[in-house]
């Protein structure tokens, strides 16, 4: 479903604090003023008379390698190559077409094209293009002084910035590393899915695949933490009384199949469990359950959630443990195959 027009016209904020933000606005100022100065500094011995020594497409390139130094649109090599390649074809379209109007739209769509070829896509590439063809600009010397200059300048003094202020500064794309089937499933799915999409995205493909990593881990995080034993737990408890006979007991064992019987009292509470090792234990001439059932008994609220038990099965040793309602009477058994059968299905993607 489309989003509400509202919605397309004022769209939700970037997902930056308000340190953040104040990071980034400072940068941004700092940045543009050092590169200024320098720029200013060595206009006297490489610009030429009645030039400028900084050019307005920097503003651009400030709003990109500070605020989204991560995009691809922001790399060291897009910033710099894009801006200056993009300069010289509208320098070209200058002295090559003449008119201004012609010389300005084929000056942007050619420095398109080129930074696609090249791989440096910046926006702001485009508008170095359309400033040297708007200004008549035909010398050379130009994409060096004051364009390659200036995306120098800035694009150094932002990583080195983002590197102080403690960001991860500009990179390139990480290495390839050697992954589990799973991570390729994935990473092929992701592929065959940006090719469906066929559309320029503003993120590295490295940085999309840990979002959606990391956002599967957030929701599977979320499910585990919102399951409870109530809703995994095995029902309705098979149990035995103090009184039942280790006869008795041994062929339930066999019957049913199980590894531990809670031992109840009249009214429902757990007084023990039960074990074939007990059994085993138990001395020549033993009559009851109670005789040799273990007492200790830990349990859990009906109502606790998973993600707090599965350190109990994983780590101590347990492998059931009987689940009591809010008035201590057993209602279920949650055992370490209830467990890992949960898992199993928070782990599953939703169809």
Known sequence: MAAPLWQRVWPAPLAIDGRER???????????????????????????????????????????????PSSPMAQPWAAVVGNTVSAAVGIACVRWLGPPALAASVAVAGAIA??????????????????????????????????????????????????????????????????????AALSADLDAVLARYNRVLDIRREDLEALLHDTGLRAYQRKLADTRCSDIMSKPPITVGIGTTLDEATALFGK??????????????????????????????????????????????????????????????????????????????????????ALCRLDAPAV
């Open 22 to 68: 104040l990071r980034v606005v400072l940068g941004a100022a700092l940045g543009l003023l050092l590169t200024a100065w320098l720029s200013q500094a060595l206009a006297s011995a490489w610009a030429v008379p009645g030039w400028p020594w900084l050019v307005a497409p920097m503003g651009a390139t400030a709003v990109l390698v500070f605020v989204v």
């Open 114 to 183: 080129l930074m696609f070829a090249l791989r440096c896509l910046h926006p702001p590439g485009g508008a170095c293009a359309l400033l040297t063809a708007l200004g008549g600009v035909a010398d050379p010397r130009f994409v060096l002084f004051p364009v390659l200059v200036n995306s120098l300048l800035l694009v150094g003094i932002a990583w080195a910035y983002h590197r102080l202020t403690r960001r991860t500064p500009v990179t390139p794309p990480a290495p390839v590393v050697q992954r589990d089937d799973e991570a």
């Open 256 to 341: 049913r199949r199980i590894k531990a019987l809670p031992v109840v009292d009249a009214g429902g509470a757990v007084v023990g469990i039960l074990t074939p090792a007990d059994l085993l234990r138990a001395p020549p001439g033993t009559a009851s359950v109670g005789a040799v059932m273990t007492r200790r008994v830990r349990v859990a609220n009906s109502d606790r959630h998973l993600s707090e038990l599965i350190p109990l099965f994983a780590g101590s040793g347990h492998h059931h443990l009987p689940i009591v309602d809010a008035g201590g009477c057993l209602v279920g058994v949650l055992t370490q195959s209830d467990v890992v059968a």
